[in-house]
């Protein structure tokens, strides 16, 4: 079980440092933004724990945050725009 986390954890580093050389690779960053890439790709995951969060907690139906909101319509959740 060990060796199981040690792997998992290895295998999310490179995921997140391809992920990064690639952005470079392709400048993404020359694109005119008020966001940068590496904060789109923080809020996407944080969203994207948000959606798992709320599909293990029933209880949890509407979540409002950064003008998105989240909610729960039976076992799907929707999000949509204020």
Do not use: Q
């Not at 944080?46 to 950064?66: A, G, R, T």
């Amino acid at each position: 079980m060990r060796i199981a986390s040690i792997l998992l954890i290895i295998v999310i580093l490179l995921n997140s440092i391809t992920f990064y050389v690639y952005l470079k690779f392709k400048n993404m960053e020359s694109i005119e933004s008020k966001y940068s890439i590496y904060d789109v790709y923080m809020k996407t995951r944080f969203y994207d724990k948000l959606i798992i969060f709320m599909s293990k907690h029933p209880d949890v139906k509407n979540v409002e945050l950064n003008g998105l909101i989240f909610k729960r319509n039976g076992n799907e959740i929707i999000v949509e725009e204020e």
